[in-house]
């Protein structure tokens, strides 16, 4: 995940596969959660950042195959979390 955030055009292209369900999902880890809030922080308010993000980590889960639930693999813990970044 650390090359992701090499350059504004790593972390570009990393936020453009995520968005588009194609980022690999051996590292679609939490550090991806992680490195994902503060880029929508950077460009939303924070009650802005909770509609891409609740989406965009639904559609990237149906796109990875790894919805296994009602909830889409999203959980509101991650508002928590962008909260605290």
Not at 28 to 54: D, M, N
Request: a negative charge; glycine letters at 8%.
């Amino acid at each position: 995940m650390s090359e992701v955030l090499a350059s504004d055009t790593a972390l570009d292209g990393f936020l453009e596969a995520f968005e588009r369900g194609t980022w690999p999902t051996s590292q679609w880890t939490h550090a991806g959660h992680v490195t994902v809030a503060p880029s929508y922080l950077l460009k939303y308010r924070l009650e802005e950042a909770t509609v891409p993000i609740r989406r965009n980590v639904r559609h990237y889960n149906e796109c990875a195959g790894t919805v296994n639930s009602d909830h889409g693999g999203y959980h509101e813990t991650t508002i928590f979390w962008m909260a605290i970044v």
